[in-house]
């Protein structure tokens, strides 16, 4: 058996390290790469439209919100109409607020009522 310096054993742990320092700097140039090429402005947008339109969830947030605000403020041309009336507006506003809230945090329930709606309008008469 050889005896192994101290000597021999330091170069032979320096060289380790330089090998092993080398990998993780070459692991490290790749993650910048990467990183550099996600934070362009257009693979940013590409990576939110996938993710809107790879996500169920999303579009049912934004159709309930969307149904929300446009049944909401439909409803406040309702009420307000072309009136010049203060107390008129601001009842409108309130109603807008309310009507909005609700439709959008109890979507699945409109669309119950809109389909049971739906279903008794269209049906045919029975005799």
């Not at 339109?53 to 109409?81: C, H, M, R, W």
Request: glycine fraction near 6%.
């Amino acid at each position: 058996m050889k005896n192994i310096s101290p000597f021999d054993r330091l170069k032979n742990s320096i060289q380790t390290l330089e090998a092993e320092q080398a990998i993780k700097e070459q692991l490290l140039r790749e993650q910048f790469a990467i990183t550099y090429e996600s934070l362009k402005p257009i693979n940013l947008i590409k990576s939110v439209l996938n993710d809107i339109t790879s996500s169920p969830y999303l579009l049912d947030n934004i159709l309930s919100t969307s149904v929300g605000l446009a049944t909401g403020y439909v409803s406040k041309k309702v009420v307000v109409g072309s009136s010049g009336n203060v107390f008129r507006k601001l009842m409108g506003s309130v109603l807008q607020f309310g009507v909005t809230n609700i439709i959008s945090q109890h979507p699945d329930l409109i669309k119950a009522f809109g389909q049971y709606l739906i279903e008794h309008i269209f049906r045919k008469k029975e005799k």
